[in-house]
């Protein structure tokens, strides 16, 4: 592929990453408009109900009469259906671009080929697997929302050296109920960073009376994810964090009751829970879930093959005996360091 094509499609998705977040349910595409080897119009998707990246990019070209000579970059394949708003690669044919490069085919059965049937029956070039793994990539919340009828999961916890996450909490027969950082302040920050880039955040009922977590983005710039706890009698105090309503929270439970700051959502816990947990999430269109602990949620979610990625943070600290972590069977895809700790990143098989 001439390198050319490759860099415009890098700068595509360059754009669709800055719109993660920002236009769920829809994905965060990123186009680009080219003529004589100059970028003439560029754009991604805004917020759900406002335009999609194709639209922007057309929309940001100063002279119209350019696009007839014109190639457009786009990371996903156009859509061909109307939603909140009118099809895409129906705009990129009555604009009259001749030529299309597209990262990779939108496998929502409401496109599925069908933009890219649009653009050829109009006679257009269309040429499909432009930094296809890279635009795979960008969309994996969308795609995976859609392809498995569940949000991408994301594992997240921190463990010590010695491979714990949790130190031994009765000491002398007192409970010491403070929480336990076992990562350095940089890693803190990452996660916060990380937690804004997804659409929600899980934790169980350990986790939450221990550590009585907010569960926000406090450290970066960004949207809070919507917050969800996992609480089969309802042990955590209503007075904790989870309930403060500064962000929409569920909560999954065997009981029936009402609060005015969340979503209660009874499901059977005499059968597997996650598959159900899972399933109301695809319901409510949260397109990606932050899984932060304990250490049971965690294993479930491993043993049960439902997670796409894990994120383990390896602290300096060694605790000699304690909560083990969980464990991954997996070699990680990538390894680097955050002032001294050890960030593992896992793609699950």
Same mark, same amino acid.
């Given at each position: 592929m001439d390198a050319m094509h490759l860099k415009y499609m890098q700068r595509a998705? %360059? @754009? /669709?990453?800055?719109g993660t977040r920002l236009s769920y349910p829809n994905p965060s595409v990123g186009a680009v408009i080219v003529c004589n080897d100059v970028i003439i119009g560029e754009g991604y998707t805004d %917020?759900? #109900? /406002? =335009?999609h990246a194709e639209v922007n990019a057309i929309n940001s070209v100063k002279d119209e009469s350019l696009l007839s000579k014109s190639t457009m970059y786009v990371t996903l394949e156009p859509c061909s259906h109307y939603g909140k708003t009118p099809p895409c690669a129906n705009l990129i044919e009555a604009k009259k671009i001749p030529k299309i490069y597209i990262g990779c085919m939108d496998t929502f059965s409401k496109v599925s080929g069908k933009g890219i049937e649009?653009? @050829?029956?109009? #006679?257009?070039? &269309? +040429? &499909? #697997?432009?930094?296809?793994?890279?635009? @795979?990539?960008? +969309?994996?919340?969308?795609?995976?929302? +859609? !392809?498995?009828?569940? =949000?991408y999961v994301i594992l997240k916890w921190a463990e010590t050296k010695d491979g714990f996450i949790d130190k031994e909490r009765i000491v002398d027969g007192i409970e010491d109920a403070k929480p $336990?950082?076992?990562s350095n302040e940089l890693s803190q920050q990452k996660v916060h960073q990380i937690r804004a880039e997804e659409h929600a955040i899980l934790v169980g009922t350990k986790?939450?009376?221990?550590? !009585?977590?907010?569960?926000? $983005?406090?450290? &970066?710039?960004g949207a809070s994810p919507i917050r969800i706890l996992v609480d089969r009698t309802l042990k955590v105090p209503q007075h904790y964090s989870l309930y403060s309503g500064e962000v929409k929270t569920f909560v999954f439970t065997e009981q029936n009751a009402v609060h005015e700051n969340v979503v209660f959502k009874q499901i059977d816990f005499s059968k597997s829970? @996650? =598959?159900?947990?899972?399933?109301?999430? +695809?319901?409510? !269109?949260?397109?990606?879930?932050? &899984?932060? #602990?304990?250490?049971?949620?965690?294993?479930s979610f491993i043993e049960e093959d439902l997670w796409d990625e894990a994120l383990v943070f390896v602290g300096k600290s060694q605790f000699t005996k304690g909560v083990t972590? =969980?464990?991954i069977k997996l070699k990680p895809i990538k390894e680097s360091y955050l002032q001294g700790d050890l960030l593992k990143h896992y793609i699950s098989s």
């Open positions: 998705i %360059a @754009l /669709g990453h800055k %917020a759900y #109900g /406002g =335009p649009i653009l @050829l029956k109009a #006679g257009r070039e &269309v +040429h &499909v #697997g432009i930094l296809e793994e890279e635009c @795979l990539e960008l +969309h994996k919340r969308f795609l995976t929302f +859609h !392809n498995k009828q569940r =949000p $336990t950082w076992i986790t939450a009376l221990k550590d !009585n977590p907010s569960l926000t $983005t406090r450290s &970066v710039a829970i @996650l =598959p159900q947990i899972l399933a109301e999430l +695809h319901q409510e !269109n949260i397109q990606s879930v932050l &899984v932060e #602990g304990g250490k049971q949620l965690l294993t972590a =969980p464990e």
